[in-house]
């Protein structure tokens, strides 16, 4: 629901980008490109992701698939690793299969406008206008978590902004401020200054009004309802999930397991899981080794959706590594440990019980 009935459409997109220009970001290694496959890794590891965080993987990813070929080229085991932390691994996948659709459907370039990006795999609207802006300047409104924040408060939108009639009312909105503006407009300014503005003044628990280049005509400001817009969620209670995981450490091998897709974990390398302590014994008895795992102290793993409470237990052999209980099973060696696609609770097990050399 639009709570402010004479928004201020106005000049709105000319004080964001001139603002953009003088306070926003300008440092960050994807802005200064318009290679299209760039932009569009940034965008799709900045998805529910830190800044801080994706430039790090964003610098690796490159060094190992350069373009959009030697991406397509390699095998998703080949991938994983490069994304091994950073979460919601089904965008990893996306970005895989989307490499090698565009190899196979469009010879091998980046579509050119918004709406053919948007056909292809794990790309919506919004991320599809960011990608066009960024490399094209095409002309287009996004909707992205920090967007949607300026946009309800300042404009005076109420409601869940994940529901269907508040996120049409959003979108109304951020076509009418294009609509408005000048042909002149700087859309790469334009778009990274409404980036810009939700992650460094207009924040989800402390917005800095007093730095805001638009609190002179916000409806959020005026009627100091920052804190109550977005609409919040009502909170449900996270589901809570266990399971063990077993270290078998045979050799100077530790054996993992790869994970189904889709799935939280899909494509990534885990430690086995198992329901019951009974499981993992048996599974100790069906490697050969006998019923000698031992127990370790346990950890909470928050998703999303849930929170996984985790058992590891630790069994050791020092012969060779024994067989596997399962095709998706492969005994890897320590020194490899590095280089594979694990899950970041994985990580954190296994960097205890075998910290990396000084």
């Known amino acids: 629901m639009l709570l402010n009935k004479t928004p201020q459409i106005?000049?709105?997109?000319?004080?964001?980008?001139?603002?953009?220009?003088?306070?926003?970001?300008?440092?960050?290694?994807?802005?200064?490109?318009?290679?299209?496959?760039?932009?569009?890794?940034?965008?799709?590891?900045?998805?529910?992701?830190?800044?801080?965080t994706v430039i790090g993987y964003y610098q690796r990813f490159l060094s190992r698939f350069p373009d959009i070929a030697s991406l397509a080229a390699a095998s998703q085991d080949e991938v994983m690793p490069y994304w091994a932390g950073l979460g919601y691994y089904a965008r990893a996948r996306n970005l895989h299969r989307c490499a090698q659709v565009i190899c196979a459907d469009w010879g091998g370039r980046f579509p050119g406008n918004a709406?053919?990006?948007?056909?292809?795999p794990g790309i919506g609207r919004s991320t599809a206008a960011a990608i066009a802006a960024f490399a094209y300047g095409e002309r287009g409104p996004i909707m992205d978590g920090n967007v949607k924040r300026v946009f309800t408060r300042y404009f005076g939108?109420?409601?869940?902004?994940?529901?269907?009639?508040?996120?049409?009312?959003?979108?109304?909105?951020?076509?009418?401020?294009?609509?408005?503006?000048?042909?002149?407009?700087?859309?790469?300014?334009?778009?990274?200054?409404?980036?810009?503005?939700?992650?460094?003044?207009?924040?989800?628990?402390?917005?800095?009004c007093l730095l805001c280049p638009l609190q002179d005509r916000c409806y959020a400001r005026a009627h100091g309802r920052q804190h109550e817009l977005p609409t919040p969620r009502k909170k449900k209670a996270s589901p809570e999930r266990h399971c063990r995981m077993l270290v078998a450490h045979c050799g100077?091998?530790?054996?993992?397991?790869?994970?189904?897709?889709?799935?939280?974990?899909?494509?990534?390398?885990?430690?086995?899981?198992?329901?019951?302590?009974?499981?993992?014994?048996?599974?100790?008895?069906?490697?050969?080794?006998?019923?000698?795992?031992?127990?370790?102290?346990?950890?909470?793993?928050?998703?999303?959706?849930?929170?996984?409470?985790?058992?590891?237990?630790?069994?050791?052999?020092?012969?060779?590594?024994?067989?596997?209980?399962?095709?998706?099973?492969?005994?890897?060696?320590?020194?490899?440990?590095?280089?594979?696609?694990?899950?970041?609770?994985v990580k954190k097990i296994l960097a205890g019980l075998f910290p990396a050399p000084d």
């Open 10 to 52: 106005a000049g709105f997109a000319g004080t964001i980008t001139a603002w953009q220009k003088q306070h926003g970001r300008h440092h960050l290694p994807w802005q200064d490109t318009r290679d299209p496959y760039r932009i569009w890794l940034s965008e799709i590891m900045l998805q529910q992701t830190q800044v801080a």
């Open 115 to 120: 709406d053919d990006i948007a056909t292809l």
């Open 157 to 208: 939108i109420e409601g869940i902004t994940s529901e269907r009639a508040t996120e049409q009312a959003l979108w109304r909105t951020a076509e009418a401020v294009l609509d408005a503006a000048p042909d002149s407009l700087d859309m790469v300014a334009y778009t990274q200054g409404l980036m810009d503005l939700g992650s460094q003044c207009c924040t989800r628990s402390r917005p800095d």
């Open 252 to 345: 100077g091998h530790i054996l993992l397991e790869q994970q189904a897709s889709p799935g939280i974990w899909g494509g990534l390398w885990s430690l086995p899981l198992y329901d019951s302590d009974e499981d993992v014994q048996h599974a100790c008895r069906r490697l050969g080794a006998g019923p000698a795992a031992q127990k370790m102290a346990g950890l909470l793993h928050v998703f999303t959706h849930f929170k996984l409470h985790i058992e590891p237990w630790y069994m050791r052999c020092d012969e060779a590594p024994l067989t596997e209980t399962s095709p998706a099973q492969r005994w890897i060696a320590l020194a490899d440990l590095p280089a594979t696609a694990l899950p970041a609770p």
